[in-house]
């Protein structure tokens, strides 16, 4: 299906820079933006709370004055934990927000919402189950999260789910797992993706509100030293093997936690991200920290080079 008209302003890639949790702030959404990506944050990462309306604000007023810039999108947690969804929703109402990225709960309501300005609603998914509530919830785009991706990544192969999921929905989805480079946008359109989510590559640049540590971490990470485990949020996720030997813990032998650990927004949470660094398998396709308008024409050099044997192999 093609890209909704209000999404595909200015798009230089297919991608959508995923919203990283502590990770992603107005700097970051700004510059992916202005490099022609529709760049997110988590509505969370505004802290405290009222920082949300300063934030909106300024990429508003940046993007606007912008002929050139992308659309960009928020992210909301739909979670009884998440105290501050209302009031979060109710500045993306007042800024109109393009996209609203929802994850976890059934977003009926932040439809209505969203819907009542005019914007756009995509729903993270792991399970064709999932896919099938959002899309009774009447969400305008399904956000596929695979193996492989980072922080709360799902089991299945996108071969298997982007297939399963084209079988009833034709509609605009975004592939999330191991993204890391041009050739990877190109395959998710060839699996029949819409848009790339792509979120651990962006962690590595300039402009993103990581850590030098952090950053490093993930150049010099392999696929092998990143661990998927329910252990620190009760869902399971992908997280960097370094930072878990460095907060005292031995990722071999971390226990199960069920869903009940589950917690959005409050001061252990941050905690966790802050000192167990998520990160998804592509990390051992990123070889350098680079400012955001770097990484993007890298990545449009890569994806047009990958097309281009693409087309020559078809010929």
């Not at 949300?52 to 979670?79: E, M």
């Not at 297939?163 to 395959?187: C, M, T």
């Not at 029949?192 to 850590?211: C, N, P």
Request: net charge neutral; charged share 15%.
């Amino acid at each position: 299906m093609p890209i909704p008209a209000s999404l595909n302003k200015n798009l230089t890639l297919p991608v959508i820079c995923a919203p990283m949790f502590i990770i992603s702030g107005p700097e970051l959404v700004i510059a992916q933006c202005q490099s022609g990506l529709i760049g997110s944050f988590p509505a969370l990462n505004a802290r405290p709370p009222e920082l949300l309306d300063a934030w909106l604000g300024q990429i508003r007023a940046v993007l606007d004055a912008d002929p050139k810039a992308a659309p960009f999108a928020v992210n909301q947690i739909i979670h009884p934990s998440n105290t501050r969804l209302a009031a979060d929703m109710a500045l993306c109402v007042k800024h109109r927000v393009p996209l609203i990225i929802t994850s976890l709960g059934a977003p009926k309501e932040i439809v209505q919402q969203v819907h009542a300005y005019g914007g756009l609603v995509f729903h993270d998914v792991t399970t064709v189950r999932h896919a099938e509530k959002a899309l009774e919830a009447g969400v305008d785009g399904l956000i596929l999260v695979c193996a492989g991706a980072g922080g709360h990544a799902g089991r299945l192969s996108p071969f298997a789910l982007v297939g399963e999921v084209r079988k009833f929905y034709q509609g605009p989805l975004a592939l999330a797992g191991a993204i890391a480079n041009g050739r990877g946008i190109l395959a998710a359109q060839t699996l029949g993706a819409d848009f790339a989510y792509i979120g651990t590559r962006f962690i590595a640049t300039d402009e993103a509100q990581a850590v030098a540590a952090y950053k490093q971490a993930i150049v010099e990470s392999a696929a092998a030293d990143v661990v998927y485990t329910p252990y620190f949020t009760g869902i399971h996720g992908n997280y960097l093997k370094q930072s878990i030997v460095a907060a005292g813990l031995d990722p071999d032998k971390l226990p199960e936690r069920d869903k009940s650990a589950m917690s959005f927004g409050a001061a252990e949470s941050a905690k966790v991200w802050k000192d167990i660094w998520g990160a998804g398998q592509g990390v051992g396709n990123i070889d350098a920290v680079l400012p955001v308008a770097d990484l993007a024409a890298q990545l449009k050099a890569e994806y047009d080079s990958a097309k281009g044997h693409l087309l020559a192999a078809a010929f």
